[in-house]
Antibody, heavy 118, light 113 residues
């Protein structure tokens, strides 16, 4: 059974760095073709793909946010991570991680709410 | 960047009838390998999105066969036959033509009459 769970700080202040963790089970990031993606959704709005990391450590980033994003993984501990630097209120959203075979999100976590506020 | 445009923004359907949702891409999603890299998701109220259709017309695991996907190189349709109450939510199309560069459409909200 594939499960994913996101964790994060809940609330942070503008200009800080947001660090998110995706802990998963039921698959391995060492398996050929397997990737993990991060996607976010501001309240009442649509989905925005942020970044993807794959088994062989290839990475893709949303061009509109690329300079602020860093995706990484810990294969041994079944975790993936996302850092977003210099956050502001526009980064307030639910953040999802998703298993993404060959880059396509299929199984999603429950999401974690992140609020940026002074 | 490839832009995915969905229409309509919302649709209201009588239970038991069918519904169609459209998605148009700004670039052909037909790869030289013959695969069309368009996907469909449903986000039920208060839930995470779930994959419905992959590579334009393939049903994801566990998805009822009331759902079907079709299209051409740039125009795609999700059809729901015999709409049920559990089908309510927001439908998103997505594309992955270029390696690890995913984009979503803005979503179409399906409601029951």
């Amino acid at each position: 059974q594939v499960t994913l769970k996101e964790s994060g700080p809940g609330i942070l202040q503008p200009s800080q760095t947001l660090s998110l963790t995706c802990s998963f089970s039921g698959f391995s990031l060492s398996t050929s073709g397997i990737c993990v993606s991060w996607i976010r959704q501001p309240s009442g709005k649509g989905l925005e793909w942020l970044a993807t990391i794959c088994w062989e450590d290839s990475k893709g980033y949303n061009p509109s946010l690329k300079n602020r994003l860093t995706i990484s993984k810990d294969t041994s501990n079944n975790q993936a991570f996302l850092k977003i630097t210099s956050v502001d209120t526009a980064d307030t959203a639910i953040y999802y991680c998703a298993r993404s075979p060959f880059g396509v999100p299929d199984y999603w976590g429950q999401g974690v709410m992140v609020t940026v506020s002074s | 960047d490839i832009v995915m445009t969905q229409a309509p923004l919302s649709v209201s359907v009588t239970p038991g009838e069918s519904a169609s949702i459209s998605c148009r891409s700004s670039k052909s999603l037909l790869h030289s390998n013959g695969i069309t890299y368009v996907y469909w998701y449903l986000q039920k109220p208060g839930k995470s999105p779930q994959l419905l259709i992959y590579r334009m017309s393939n049903l994801a695991s566990g998805v009822p066969d009331r759902f079907s996907g079709s299209g051409s190189e740039t125009d795609f349709t999700l059809k729901i036959s015999r709409v049920e109450a559990e089908d309510v939510g927001i439908y998103y199309c997505g594309q992955l033509l270029e390696n690890l560069m995913y984009t979503f459409g803005a979503g179409t909200k399906l409601e029951l009459k």
